[in-house]
T-cell receptor
Framework: EAGVTQFPSHSVIEKGQTVTLRCDPI?????LYWYRRVMGKEIKFLLH????????ESGMPNNRFLAERTGGTYSTLKVQPAELEDSGVYFC??????????FGPGTRLLVL | QKEVEQNSGPLSVPEGAIASLNCTYS??????FFWYRQYSGKSPELIMS????GDKEDGRFTAQLNKASQYVSLLIRDSQPSDSATYLC????????????FGPGTSLSVIP
């Protein structure tokens, strides 16, 4: 069984640019989560999809972040425009039931 | 007060010893507790989950939960150098749509 995959693995962009991160969950997992870890801090919840619906987006930092999950399969997280403080590792996780979450390898974002 | 707290370490133990990792949480309504292991530059990997008070054993790992004290721990018996990693305590909060809240992690180093 393929695990959670994320693309790209690394992204280096300039402040003000746009970046789109993609997550492909484990097949059949209705629950998809985005998390972020900025340097020196703990992993923080961003949002939770159940199929294509946003169940909880209380962790989204501001309106520069837009997450979508059209069709209830893969998800994208767009940052527009990117700021320096957006640098960090963005993890995606998926689960079949709302308990055991399996994490992807993460996307390392660096905003210069 | 942080929602999930852990000693950041580093915790150093000799090979073959027992490593004890501790975690406290603030939300009394939390019901699900997890330990993730994260190697440097890798994604978090679920190693234990526990939902009821008491001990849960899986191989060399034992998770202990005390809801009255809002305390969860992980014991690693016969520690191996390959156990050297950061261990993340994670809690599912029932106050907001079951989002996972992570602690900052404890760095464990097993000395050969």
């Amino acid at each position: 069984e393929a695990g959670v995959t994320q693309f790209p693995s690394h992204s280096v962009i300039e402040k003000g640019q746009t970046v789109t991160l993609r997550c492909d969950p484990i097949s059949g997992h209705d629950n998809l989560y985005w998390y972020r870890r900025v340097m020196g801090k703990e992993i923080k919840f961003l949002l939770h999809f159940v199929k294509e619906s946003k169940q909880d987006e209380s962790g989204m930092p501001n309106n520069r972040f837009l997450a979508e999950r059209t069709g209830g399969t893969y998800s994208t997280l767009k940052v527009q425009p990117a700021e320096l403080e957006d640098s960090g590792v963005y993890f995606c996780a998926s689960s079949h039931v709302q308990e055991t979450q399996y994490f992807g390898p993460g996307t390392r974002l660096l905003v210069l | 007060q942080k929602e999930v707290e852990q000693n950041s370490g580093p915790l150093s133990v000799p090979e073959g010893a027992i490593a004890s990792l501790n975690c406290t949480y603030s939300d009394r309504g939390s019901q699900s507790f997890f330990w993730y292991r994260q190697y440097s530059g890798k994604s978090p990997e679920l190693i234990m989950s526990i939902y009821s008070n008491g001990d849960k054993e899986d191989g060399r790992f034992t998770a202990q939960l005390n809801k009255a004290s809002q305390y969860v721990s992980l014991l690693i018996r016969d520690s191996q150098p390959s156990d050297s990693a950061t261990y993340l305590c994670a809690v599912i909060s029932r106050t907001s749509y079951d989002k996972v809240i992570f602690g900052p992690g404890t760095s464990l180093s097993v000395i050969p």
